[in-house]
């Protein structure tokens, strides 16, 4: 709608610049820069969790390491894991590889991985509350708890508690968080 206003061509770059001003860019992280840590901390063909897959950026880097590891990533969002899986069964095609993502549609908090302590390592950009709003699907994290305070103890604790229990022991579980200002 922005971009139309200002009359300007809804090409992708024209529409992100509108998004930025109003302060609700969506962003991806960098594939390379993810397989840089993801293979840092990873063993050849260990496991990687990743509890937020976002927009496939950690999923692409882990897929395109010549470690062979194996990805796991979870996001509640069904379009998420559309995307996602279609993204890695094209790197799967085009690298010949089978069987090195699973993907789970469900919310990081809910994900109950009761002791199982399959992955060597976890690595993970979550959604910082509601300063990124990628859909106002309720599955989403800030719509399920919209207060701060609900959303630190419920979707953070739970997602701590069950990345924790997908972890082998001594595993690095590693958090990108940047600050944020909430001003509601």
């Not at 840590?37 to 063909?45: A, G, Q």
């Not at 990687?48 to 999923?59: A, E, H, N, T, W």
Request: aromatic share 14%.
């Amino acid at each position: 709608r922005g971009a139309l206003r200002t009359r300007r061509s809804i090409a992708p770059c024209n529409v992100r610049g509108i998004m930025t001003l109003m302060g609700a860019t969506p962003s991806n992280f960098k594939p390379f820069s993810a397989q840089l840590v993801i293979e840092r901390y990873t063993p050849t063909n260990g496991v990687y969790f990743d509890s937020s897959q976002g927009l496939g950026g950690r999923l692409l880097g882990c897929l395109t390491s010549q470690k062979n590891i194996k990805y796991i990533g979870v996001d509640p969002w069904r379009e998420t894991n559309i995307c996602n899986n279609k993204l890695g069964q094209y790197c799967e095609e085009t690298l010949c590889k089978s069987s090195s993502y699973k993907l789970f549609q469900i919310g990081s908090e809910k994900a109950k991985f009761s002791n199982e302590a399959i992955a060597d390592f976890s690595f993970t950009s979550p959604p910082y509350f509601d300063c990124e709003q990628y859909t106002d699907d309720p599955t989403q994290c800030y719509i399920a708890y919209p207060q701060l305070s609900k959303w630190i103890s419920n979707f953070c604790g739970m997602t701590i508690k069950n990345t924790y229990n997908i972890l082998k022991p001594g595993a690095f579980y590693v958090v990108d968080i940047a600050d944020f200002m909430h001003n509601k």
